[in-house]
């Protein structure tokens, strides 16, 4: 715990480390969140093909989506965040709790301005606690002139021991796009989802918590996000499996996605102002009651957190 923000900035990983074999690795590529481990149990799923290179998005853990999400013709795939080496502000600290926190951040720079031509600045909390992980995330316009609008996604892969024996909650009665049929728009009867072929689908206006049964060692998985409307569930199946240089074809059995985020309508952020999100992924066996603060106005520092959605069709493509 005594590595200086220097030190562990030259490298290409940050480790949080609670003691108790639980930690939490991210990689500085893309914010990546490439491991978190509660007692030694993994609980995020990697491709065993992953590219570490630099270059293109770590296949698995958690990559950061911005500003867009899916086929984008500005520039990569689920836009530049994934792709770019973040900043350290706050290396591991230990917090008076036992909890240990870092803190990373994103500008705009020439890279990004090639493509997609804003100025902003992100910044990314990370907390691991004894079973828990928290994601606090601040989107912010310095502009005094342009607005923009964007799309903001954890692209969470949980680890599993058979996707087929998982449950999904809180999303009945919800709408969703569904990708593998042409990006059809239809309604969630089911209380539980499960997954038993190519899944993709983008579930509109869902609440803040899902459970996810059946992860590791059979254990449950909570997860609870504030200022994410949408939740994404995907697994590729066989055949997309084989279409990915970076995914093994016997891999998607392992693994679960489901993604909180902005993403079937644009957050527009006004001049001056910021946006925040947040997250909370945890491990339990028991029934457990989480919550976070309601989505609400907030004024701080003269700046105005806020969402203004809008309505945008967006015609959306196979590829992952």
């Not at 912010?140 to 949980?158: A, E, Q, R, V």
């Not at 993604?259 to 946006?275: D, K, M, Q, R």
């Not at 925040?276 to 992924?281: G, K």
Request: with cysteine; charged share 20%.
């Amino acid at each position: 715990m005594a590595t200086t923000a220097a030190a562990v900035a030259a490298t290409s990983v940050v480790v949080l480390d609670r003691g108790n074999n639980t930690t939490c690795t991210i990689n500085l590529h893309g914010a990546t969140v490439v491991s978190w481990r509660v007692n030694n149990q993994e609980q995020l799923f990697v491709s065993k093909l992953a590219s570490f290179d630099g270059k293109k998005a770590i296949r698995g853990g958690i990559p950061f989506v911005f500003p867009q999400f899916g086929p984008w013709s500005f520039g990569p795939q689920h836009g530049f965040a994934r792709i770019t080496r973040w900043h350290l502000d706050r290396a591991p600290e230990r917090l008076h709790n036992g909890d240990v926190e870092a803190i990373f951040s994103l500008m705009d720079n020439e890279f990004t301005r090639s493509i997609w031509n804003y100025q902003f600045r992100i910044t990314y909390r990370l907390i691991l606690r004894e079973k828990e992980l928290h994601f606090h995330i601040g989107v912010y316009n310095p502009s005094k002139d342009l607005s923009f609008t964007f799309n903001m996604l954890l692209h969470t892969y949980l680890k599993v021991p058979d996707v087929r024996r998982c449950q999904i909650t809180g999303l009945q009665g919800c709408h969703f796009i569904d990708k593998t049929r042409e990006g059809a728009l239809y309604q969630e009867g089911r209380e539980v989802v499960t997954v038993n072929e190519w899944t993709d689908r983008i579930y509109q206006h869902t609440p803040q918590e899902h459970v996810i049964t059946n992860v590791v060692s059979g254990r449950k998985m909570r997860l609870h996000k504030y200022n994410f409307p949408d939740t994404v569930i995907w697994n590729p199946w066989i055949d997309r499996s084989r279409e990915m240089s970076d995914f093994g074809d016997d891999e998607f059995p392992n693994m679960l996605c489901v993604e909180a985020g902005n993403v079937s309508s644009p957050v527009i952020l006004l001049p001056g102002t910021c946006f925040e999100a947040s997250q909370i992924l945890q491990q339990f066996k028991c029934p457990y009651n989480l919550q976070l603060p309601p989505a609400k106005l907030v004024q701080e520092n003269a700046m105005q957190f806020i969402i203004i959605e809008g309505n945008v069709s967006r015609k959306t493509k196979r590829n992952r």
